[in-house]
C-alpha cells in the first residue's frame, strides 16, 4: 500500500522552461512534506518543505504547493536548469507516527532537463 | 546541520556471506537514524529506525538487523545474503525537519 505516489517515473523539461513534479497522498495523517534531490549513486539531499498549516513555500527557483482537499502537492522548479537533471523524491510525516518521525517516500520522478 | 558518514561506498558480496555496513553522524546529538533501501527503479523504503540506543524498529521483515551500540552509529547487519539483498542501501538522521542522508552503498550480492 503506497501511501506517497509519484506516478510520473519521467520528465522531460526544456531549459528555461517551468517543471512541474507532482505527488499524491492517501494518509490523512500526513502533516509534513518535503522533496529531495537525488543524484546517481548519492544520497538524497533536502529541497524544500511545507507544513500541512500552508499551501505554498517558496525557496528561490523551487516553490512547492499542497492541497490538502486533494492530497496532493507539486514541486515547480523555474526555470530549469540542466543541472536540475536527477530523481525527484517525495516524502511525508505524520506527527501522530510520534518519536519515529519516520519519513515515507514516493517512488521518484526522473527529471531532465534539455539544454 | 548534520554530516552523516556511511560506508563502504560500494560492496560485492557473495550470497551467504555475512554483511556489515556502517554509519556514523556528527553535527547532533540523540538522533532518530534510519536505514532505506532503494531497489532499481524503486522509492525509498525504510527497514529500520531507531530512537535512541539499544531501540531497533523494524519496517518490513527481512533477512537483515540492525544495531545502534552508540548514540551516533548505527549499523546494518546480515548473516547470510540473499540475491535479493542488492540494492542502494542508504543511512539518514533526521533532526526536528528534514532527513539528512549519506552517500549510500551500492550493494550487489552474486
Known amino acids: 500500500d503506497q501511501q506517497v505516489k509519484q506516478n510520473s517515473p519521467s520528465l522531460s523539461v526544456q531549459e528555461g522552461r517551468i517543471s512541474i513534479l507532482n505527488c499524491d497522498y492517501t494518509?490523512?495523517?500526513?502533516?509534513?512534506f518535503l522533496w529531495y534531490k537525488k543524484y546517481p549513486a548519492e544520497g538524497p539531499t533536502f529541497l524544500i518543505s511545507i507544513s500541512s498549516i500552508k499551501d505554498k513555500n517558496e525557496d528561490g527557483r523551487f516553490t512547492v504547493f499542497l492541497n490538502k482537499s486533494a492530497k496532493h502537492l507539486s514541486l515547480h522548479i523555474v526555470p530549469s536548469q540542466p543541472g536540475d537533471s536527477a530523481v525527484y523524491f517525495c516524502?511525508?510525516?505524520?506527527?501522530?507516527?510520534?518519536?519515529?518521525?519516520?519519513?515515507?517516500f514516493g517512488s521518484g520522478t526522473q527529471l531532465t532537463v534539455l539544454p | 546541520s548534520q554530516t552523516i558518514h556511511q560506508w563502504p561506498a560500494t560492496l560485492v558480496q557473495p550470497v551467504g556471506s555475512p554483511l556489515s555496513l556502517e554509519c556514523t553522524v556528527e553535527g547532533t546529538s540523540n538522533p532518530n537514524l534510519y536505514w532505506y533501501r532503494q531497489a532499481a527503479g524503486r522509492g525509498l523504503q525504510l527497514l529500520f529506525y531507531?530512537?535512541?540506543?539499544?531501540?531497533i524498529s523494524s519496517e518490513v521483515p527481512q533477512n537483515l538487523s540492525a544495531s545502534r551500540p552508540q548514540d551516533r552509529q548505527f549499523i546494518l547487519s546480515s548473516k547470510k545474503l540473499l540475491l535479493s539483498d542488492s540494492g542502494f542501501y542508504l543511512c539518514?538522521?533526521?533532526?526536528?525537519?528534514?532527513?539528512?542522508f549519506g552517500q549510500g552503498t551500492r550493494l550487489t550480492v552474486v
Open positions: 494518509n490523512s495523517m500526513f502533516d509534513y
Open positions: 539518514a538522521s533526521r533532526g526536528d525537519t528534514e532527513a539528512f
Open positions: 516524502a511525508a510525516s505524520a506527527a501522530s507516527s510520534g518519536s519515529a518521525r519516520q519519513l515515507t
Open positions: 531507531s530512537v535512541g540506543i539499544g531501540q
